[in-house]
C-alpha cells in the first residue's frame, strides 16, 4: 500500500507564505508526476501545479509567478511554495502522484488533504 501524507498547511494573512510538502510511502517502485490540486467550499477540486519525473512543472494560470512546485526524489516528496497568498487561495490543498509498483499496476495516490486559510 501506499500513503500520501501532506503537511505545512494553516491560516495566514493575506500576502503571507506557506510551505506544503506531501510524502509518499510504501509499496513504491517509481513516482511519475507529482501534482497539488484544491477545492474550495462549494467548488471543485481543481489543478494547482504538476511536476513530471523530469521536473518539467505546469502551473494553473491563476498561481503562476506565486506558487512554485519542486520535488525531492529521494524523499519521495512534493512541495509547493504558495507565495503572496490571497483570500481565494483558500482551500483544501491536495497532492497526489503516480505510483508504479515493482508488480502489478500502477495507480494515482491522493493524500487526505491539507487546509489552507487566508485572512483579508
Known amino acids: 500500500q501506499v500513503q500520501l501524507v501532506e503537511s505545512g498547511g494553516g491560516l495566514v494573512q493575506a500576502g503571507g507564505s506557506l510551505r506544503l510538502s506531501c510524502a509518499a510511502s510504501?509499496?513504491?517502485?517509481?513516482?511519475?508526476?507529482m501534482g497539488w490540486y484544491r477545492q474550495a467550499p462549494g467548488k471543485q477540486r481543481e489543478l494547482v501545479a504538476t511536476i513530471t519525473s523530469g521536473v518539467s512543472t505546469n502551473y494553473a494560470d491563476s498561481v503562476k509567478g506565486r506558487f512554485t512546485i519542486t520535488r525531492d526524489n529521494a524523499k519521495n516528496t512534493v512541495y509547493l511554495q504558495i507565495s503572496s497568498l490571497k483570500p481565494v487561495d483558500t482551500a483544501v490543498y491536495y497532492c497526489?502522484?503516480?505510483?508504479?509498483?515493482?508488480?502489478?499496476?500502477?495507480?494515482?495516490?491522493w493524500g487526505q488533504g491539507t487546509q489552507v486559510t487566508v485572512s483579508s
Open positions: 497526489n502522484a503516480g505510483i508504479a509498483h515493482k508488480h502489478g499496476p500502477g495507480y494515482v495516490y
Open positions: 510504501g509499496s513504491i517502485f517509481s513516482i511519475n508526476a
